[in-house]
């Protein structure tokens, strides 16, 4: 079970980057993939999550209506889409998969199971 996070870059404060999160070695179609994102100096916190199974999404409070998670079962890939992007949302960007149903919101990654992260930039 392995996910890697790609799409990030520098990007302007108000930009709107697409990042994916393609899965190998699995199909995501029964999966719950949670996105994260640790900032300089800080720990790494669960900031949305996706149960592909049945659609269900959950945003954290500094994303929701910013963010956007979607999915693409043939290409095996979750997609986060972040619009309206602030300085504050610099941070490496990761996806994981998570152990619960997206509902549970715990965010807890199957098995500690973290690909590489992208990074992801915005400048003011």
């Known amino acids: 079970v392995q996910l890697q996070a790609s799409g990030g870059g520098l990007v302007q404060a108000g930009g709107s980057p697409r990042l994916s999160c393609a899965a190998s070695?699995?199909?995501?179609?029964?999966?719950?993939i949670g996105w994260f994102r640790q900032a300089p100096g800080k720990e790494r916190e669960g900031i949305s999550c996706l149960s592909v199974s049945d659609g269900y999404t959950f945003y954290r409070d500094s994303v929701e209506g910013r963010f956007t998670l979607s999915s693409d079962n043939a290409k095996n890939t979750v997609y986060l889409q972040m619009n309206s992007l602030k300085p504050e949302d610099t941070a490496v960007y990761y996806c994981?998969?998570?152990?619960?149903?997206?509902?549970?919101?715990?965010?807890?990654?199957?098995?500690?199971?973290w690909g590489k992260g992208t990074q992801v930039t915005v400048s003011s």
């Open positions: 070695g699995f199909t995501l179609d029964y999966y719950n």
């Open positions: 994981a998969p998570l152990s619960h149903h997206c509902e549970w919101r715990r965010f807890a990654v199957y098995m500690d199971n």
